[in-house]
């Protein structure tokens, strides 16, 4: 996903009543008066964050006249699972020069590739 | 995240909090990378920036510190520049285990929403994420 399609879905998921919308319409299309139900909040408002979500491409809204059903799109979730899953590898690399670093610091040998594949062995 | 560090706590702690260390290791991932600002306030509520050059450009994260225990314990926030409304919460526990050290790393960020929508998702609607993947994946950041 690019970069700009990621930052516009993180705020849109920024928000805990566009949560709640969202995590709504897994379970399934609803339009927007079901959506709105629930909270305490009045249909503009509610429906300035269904511009929100539809415009972070997280939901697609259908114009039928006075039902307006609304439904999630899988897809752009799935770009937050895999940033998610390049943040964790981010975050292995990091701790791996971490773990290099100290023993340069301390004067040890760097490690070779084997050496490497045995503190490993330690991580769980 | 666990690592076992061939080195004493009390240095590992000093390692993972001081400028002149951290900039030798957070994002120095070979030729063409550099860490060209590394500012660290350390105090429970100080700041920290860093920027990370790499043959493509520049990466900026920055955050506060939580808590601050030496040599056992540094929580703080994290934000990568480019997505501001996601804030990590990076946690540190060092352990002695003889002359090394035990770190455990827990990384959470506001995921745990978003993780059971798409897994309800991915279920309900068949979008094909692999459920196993997913929890193996959030296994590792968790809340």
Redesign the interface.
Known sequence: ME?DA??NT??A??DPTR??I??RL???ECTVNELAAPFDMSLPAVSKHLRVLERAGLITQRREAQRRPCR?E??Q??G??DW??H??AL?????D???????E??G?QPPIKKAKSH?RK??? | ???????PRA??YE??TKPE?VR??????GEGYSVPVCEIDLRVGGKWKFVNRHPKGEVTFYGEYRELVPPSRCVFTEI?A??P??V?IVSSELIEEGDKTR?I?T?T???Q??R???V???M??G?G?SYDR?ED??A??QR
Do not use: C
């Open positions: 970069m990621l930052s993180f705020a998921l920024a949560r709640a969202l995590a897994a379970q399934g999630i899988a897809a979730i799935k937050v699972v998610a899953e943040y964790r975050w292995e690399q990091r701790l020069r971490l773990g290099d670093y100290l023993d610091l301390q040890n503190a330690y991580r769980k | 995240m666990t690592r076992l560090f061939n080195a240095l590992v390692v993972m260390h030798r290791w957070w994002g120095q991932l990568f480019d997505f409304d996601v990590s770190l790393a990384v960020y506001p995921t929403q978003v059971d929508m798409v309800s998702t991915g309900e609607h979008a994420l997913l994946l959030l590792q950041l």
